[in-house]
Each structure stands twice: as C-alpha cells, then as structure tokens.
Nanobody, 115 residues
Framework: QVQVVESGGGLVQPGGSLRLSCAAS????????MGWFRQAPGKQRDLVAT???????NYADSVKGRFTISRDNAKNTVYLQMNSLKPEDTAVYYC?????????WGQGTQVTASS
C-alpha cells in the first residue's frame, strides 16, 4: 500500500508564508504524479497544483505567482511553498499521489490565513 503524509500547516497572518511537505511511501513506481488540493468548509475539494514525475507543473489560476510546487524524487516528497497568503486560502490542504490507476490521499493539514 501507499501512505501519504502532509505536514507544515498552521496559522499565519495574511501576507505571510508557509511551506507544506508531503511524503509518500510504500509501493511506488519511479514515475508518478503528486498534487495538492484544498477544501474550505462547505466547499468542494479543488486542485491547487500538480507536478508529474518528469517535473511538469500545473497551478490553479488563484494561486499562480504566489505558490510554488516542487518535488524531490529521491525522497518521494513534494513541497508547496505558499507566499502572500490570503484569507481565502484558508482550507484543509490535502496531498495525493497518483500511481498507475490508483490515487492515494493524505489526511490533510489545516492552513489558516487570518488576522
């Protein structure tokens, strides 16, 4: 099985920064896609950013220019650097790993941007 564990969430003031980490372990292939999603109360879970094993990246329009996704394949870890955080970024952030035909999700980490 594959396990996905997020870390790095917390409370920051608007305009602040956080870096989230997501470590995947278990039965992983050498090439797979990892991504970040977020879900605010009463809202659907939306894509934030994805990165393929080849380094191809996609961002949601709402975070372009503020968030940066990266990965360390040797560590099976993906990162999300979040700068210039806004109150509307407040949500539970979930990491996933897409391996073959399966998708594995972490438990989520809370990010709150509030004064």
């Amino acid at each position: 099985q594959v396990q996905v564990v997020e870390s790095g969430g917390g409370l920051v003031q608007p305009g602040g920064s956080l870096r989230l980490s997501c470590a995947a372990s278990g039965r992983l292939f050498s090439i797979y896609t990892m991504g970040w999603f977020r879900q605010a109360p009463g809202k659907q879970r939306d894509l934030v950013a994805t990165i393929t094993g080849r380094g191809e990246i996609n961002y949601a329009d709402s975070v372009k220019g503020r968030f940066t996704i990266s990965r360390d394949n040797a560590k099976n870890t993906v990162y999300l650097q979040m700068n210039s955080l806004k109150p509307e970024d407040t949500a539970v952030y979930y990491c996933n790993a897409r391996v073959g035909v399966q998708t594995f999700w972490g438990q989520g980490t809370q990010v709150t941007a509030s004064s």
